[in-house]
C-alpha cells in the first residue's frame, strides 16, 4: 500500500467508514473524498467541555503553535486585560505536572469540584487539574458561584493536539489565541495549527518586534493574511519569566500591555457610556462621600 492509501484507511476507519469486505483492507482505501473530509472534522464529534451547553458565558481558547510557545503566559495576560472590564475564570487544563501556571495563583483555595484546584489572583480565579484525566475524559469547566463569566481557556500542548483532530468543536464562537515563536520552525508548524481553525483567530507571536527575513519568508498564507489584518499582536520575550516561569508577581508591563491588545481584539469593549449617565453616576458617588 501507498503513504496515500494508508491515510486514507486511517481517516476511513475514524470516519467508520467500513467496507463489507473484512478481508480485503484495499477496499477501505476507495473511500470518496467527502468521507475523508468527514474524518478529518466529524460534525457528531463529542464537544469540549468549554463548548457545551451548560458553560455560561463567552470563551477565549489558547492554544500553542507549536510545543514551548509560551501559551501559559499569554493566557494569563489575556485573562487579566480581560478581567479589568468583567468577570474572567482562567482555566489550565494541562496535566499538572506540565501546568505552566502552577504558581501563577497569589492564594491558594483548596481543590474546587472534581478533579480541579482553585486560586485567586487579583480578580482573576485560577483554575487547575488536580489529576490527569481518565481516559483522556475532560471534567467540566468548574462554575463556583453560578455567575456568568467570561472563560479564558489554557489549552496545554498536548490537548491542543488532540483538538486537532476535531476543529469544528474547538469553541462555537471562534474566539482563539494562536501562540508562536518567531523563528523558521516555529511559524511553520504555527501554520499547520492556524489551517485547522477557522474564523478569525488572534495569533501572540513571542519574539522581537521586527520579524528577520527568514521568517517572514517562510510565513504561510494564513499567516500572512492574518499580519496584514492587524491580528498578530506581538509579546515581548522577558528573561525573567523565561528563567522563572510564572509566579505570584505581576506580569512585566510590556507583557500585560500585549495581553490588554489581544483582549480588545478577542472581546471588543462595549458602546461608550452616555455622557448624562457618567454625570449621574459620579454625582451619585459624591453624595455618597460627602454623607
Do not use: N
Request: charged content about 25%; aromatic content about 2%; glycine content about 10%.
Amino acid at each position: 500500500m501507498t503513504v496515500e492509501a494508508m491515510r486514507a484507511a486511517v481517516i476511513a476507519i475514524r470516519a467508520g467508514t467500513y467496507d463489507e469486505v473484512t478481508d480485503d483492507v484495499a477496499c477501505i482505501c476507495q473511500v470518496s473524498d467527502a468521507a475523508v473530509v468527514a474524518g478529518t472534522c466529524r460534525p457528531d464529534a463529542d464537544p469540549t467541555p468549554w463548548a457545551a451547553a451548560e458553560v455560561s458565558g463567552a470563551v477565549v481558547l489558547v492554544v500553542a503553535g507549536h510545543a514551548g510557545a509560551g501559551a501559559s503566559t499569554v493566557a494569563l495576560a489575556v485573562a487579566e486585560g480581560l478581567a479589568e472590564s468583567r468577570r474572567v475564570q482562567l482555566v489550565d487544563y494541562a496535566e499538572p505536572v506540565r501546568s505552566g501556571l502552577a504558581e501563577a495563583s497569589t492564594i491558594e483555595l483548596g481543590t474546587e469540584g472534581a478533579g480541579w484546584r482553585r486560586g485567586r489572583r487579583g480578580r482573576l480565579d485560577v483554575f487547575r487539574l488536580t489529576r490527569r484525566p481518565d481516559d483522556g475524559e475532560l471534567p467540566p469547566p468548574p462554575q463556583p458561584d453560578g455567575t456568568e463569566r467570561l472563560l479564558v481557556v489554557d489549552a496545554g500542548w498536548s490537548l491542543t493536539i488532540a483538538l486537532l483532530d476535531s476543529p469544528s468543536c474547538l469553541i462555537p464562537d471562534g474566539r482563539v489565541v494562536v501562540v508562536t515563536r518567531v523563528t523558521v520552525p516555529a511559524v511553520r508548524q504555527t501554520e499547520r495549527v492556524l489551517a485547522a481553525i477557522g474564523g478569525e483567530p488572534v495569533v501572540a507571536a513571542v519574539g522581537p518586534a521586527r520579524w528577520p527575513q527568514a521568517v517572514q519568508a517562510s510565513c504561510g498564507p494564513r499567516l500572512r493574511e492574518l499580519r496584514s489584518r492587524g491580528r498578530v499582536v506581538r509579546v515581548p520575550v522577558d528573561r525573567r519569566l523565561e528563567t522563572s516561569g510564572l509566579t505570584g508577581d505581576r506580569l512585566p508591563k510590556p507583557v500585560a500591555a500585549a495581553g490588554r491588545l489581544m483582549a480588545a481584539l478577542l472581546v471588543p469593549a462595549g458602546p461608550p457610556q452616555p455622557r448624562h449617565r457618567r454625570r449621574a453616576a459620579s454625582s451619585r458617588t459624591g453624595s455618597t462621600g460627602t454623607r
